[in-house]
């Protein structure tokens, strides 16, 4: 299995910028598909952003798209997502999570990043 940690959440004025990493240990990091996802209070957790596993495939929540970025670095076992022009509806925990090759599915969670956008 892999271990997931993210960092890098925190508090930013709307229109401001966070660029969030998950570190990856354990099995190799290039075989799983990596996602992003968030949880606002009272609400289900939804998903952000995923990447491929080479990272040549991307996908977006239509509510992020042209203001998030995932991408991720196989050499150094990270995934990140830079996060502009941000929204005090963005405001969550950010969860990233790994999905083994050829799974669909999501088992391996980080412990999640509180985000919050002031406005």
């Known amino acids: 299995q892999v271990q997931l940690v993210e960092s890098g959440g925190g508090l930013v004025q709307a229109g401001g910028s966070l660029r969030l990493s998950c570190a990856a240990s354990?099995?190799?990091?290039?075989?799983?598909?990596m996602g992003w996802f968030r949880q606002a209070p009272g609400k289900e957790r939804v998903l952000v952003a995923t990447?491929?596993?080479?990272?040549?495939?991307?996908t977006y929540a239509d509510s992020v798209k042209g203001r998030f970025t995932i991408s991720r670095d196989n050499a150094k076992n990270t995934v990140y997502l830079q996060m502009n022009s941000l929204k005090p509806e963005d405001t969550a925990v950010y969860y990233c999570?790994?999905?083994?090759?050829?799974?669909?599915?999501?088992?391996?969670w980080g412990q999640g990043t509180q985000v919050t956008v002031s406005s």
């Open positions: 999570a790994g999905r083994p090759f050829p799974s669909r599915e999501y088992p391996y």
């Open positions: 354990g099995r190799t990091f290039s075989n799983y598909g």
């Open positions: 990447i491929s596993r080479s990272g040549d495939v991307t």
